[in-house]
DNA sequence: TAGTGGTCTAGACCACTAT
DNA sequence: TAGTGGTCTAGACCACTAA
């Protein structure tokens, strides 16, 4: 069937994955075991488990011990988005980056957001707010608060040079992170600095990350009207 | 510093994580060869290589043959959306599942969608347009574009009983796809069917699927107001 | 050209679980 | 209990690329 270039791990995925394209493994079927397949490839088993462990992890086989391997009959399909500092984002589609800090004080956190990182009330925290721009078009505009306690180096930076998105990415490890993704109608505030009419519908991706159980921050990123998140698979 | 359980490759990376957590290793900074690794870690070179090929997977490290293996500097986060058929979805909230077949005919592509597609003019599509409900309630409205000569079976299906989305899981495997999310203002439209005010803001999904260069299907996804997709990392 | 990661092999043992 | 996948090992060769 397919060539006989030399039997690599990728070679066995891309022929399982035809197979089950064309529907000679159908979905929720039971497909022969590593040992079988190995003979048949006439490769080493350990390169068939590779495989086999590549597409289970893109969610196209199911697999358990004793029970063997099944194509997935309703497979989650699962899409990797890529998320890349702003700066970055904005410079890749050959457009110019500025930005514009808006604000830097130490406030009290609001209600709803206490409550959601689960902070003590009274809690003081940093508020950044920065416009990215491309071309000197607003492009996202962001909305973050800060746990002081766990960035004691963060007054030394001036970030009206450098973002705080890219300073945090490049200083602060987190080993936790939360992202949700959707739609919400733009305040009189926000539309005003993305250069829009109120009311216009935007995406809002929120976000928030954890050293362990601390939070060490949490942003709202407001996308300027008709910016659309893309992906493959 | 970590005990001593079995060597996993999962073992090795956590720790190899916990040093990028605690700076130990900078991000930039060039890290141990595989063989080092291995016999500080009194395993074989295998597993260690398991173990940074994770890593490098998510993102956090960056391995170059002959130039070594690095923590990211500014390392692209990817977060993987699992996207599951809108049934389970629905069901795994407790909630109970139904659908509204709006409409299901064979009409002219729109222009805008053909020029996507890559289709000429006058083709004609299957178009579909299904109501999802959690316990009688709006949760996403489909709007689907079908290539009938890519489905030849689907005309012996009840979609009014099995969804489209699902009956598509099941029995069309592509190679292929497409997705993007996006905020958009409800249409009059929209807005009846989805039980809200016209020009709410709403999080909207498009996806096209191929099988090699040819389409199989477009849809777009109107979700209800205040829905938002979750994720970690 | 030398040193690194990428991969394959053959064999082994273990963990899980259907029977 | 037996059969499957999960993993580790020791060794080997190759591909790439910085020096």
């Known amino acids: 069937m397919s060539a006989c270039p030399p039997r690599t791990w990728q070679s066995v ?38 495989a086999l462990q590549a597409l289970a992890e893109s969610g196209l ?20 988005l890529e998320i890349p500092v702003i700066r970055r984002e904005i410079e890749a589609t050959g457009a110019r980056y500025s930005l514009r ?22 809690t003081k925290m940093q508020h950044l707010r920065t416009l ?35 300073w945090l990415v490049e200083n602060v490890p987190f080993t936790r992170g939360d992202f949700s993704f959707a739609a919400c109608s733009a305040s009189a505030d926000v539309a005003a600095l993305l250069d829009c009419a109120p009311a216009t519908a935007l995406l809002l991706v929120q976000r928030s990350t954890w050293q362990h159980d601390a939070v060490i921050t949490a942003v709202q990123l407001y996308y300027r009207p008709g910016y659309c998140i893309r992906t493959q698979l």
């Open 61 to 80: 086989l199911e697999r358990r011990r004793r029970a063997g391997t099944r194509v997935t009959a309703l497979p989650v399909r699962r899409a990797t």
């Open 13 to 50: 995925r891309d022929e399982v994955l035809a197979r089950i394209h064309r529907r000679e493994w159908a979905p929720g079927a039971l497909i022969p075991g590593e040992a079988a397949l190995a003979r048949e490839f006439g490769c080493a088993r350990a390169t068939v488990n590779r």
């Open 101 to 122: 800090l808006l604000e830097n004080t130490s406030a009290l956190a609001p209600t709803a957001l206490r409550e959601q990182l689960g902070l003590p009330a009274g």
């Open 132 to 166: 990215h721009l491309a071309d000197g078009c607003p492009h996202v505009y962001e909305d973050r608060w800060l746990n002081p306690e766990r960035l004691p180096a963060l007054t030394e930076v001036d970030l009206r040079q450098l973002s705080i998105n890219e």
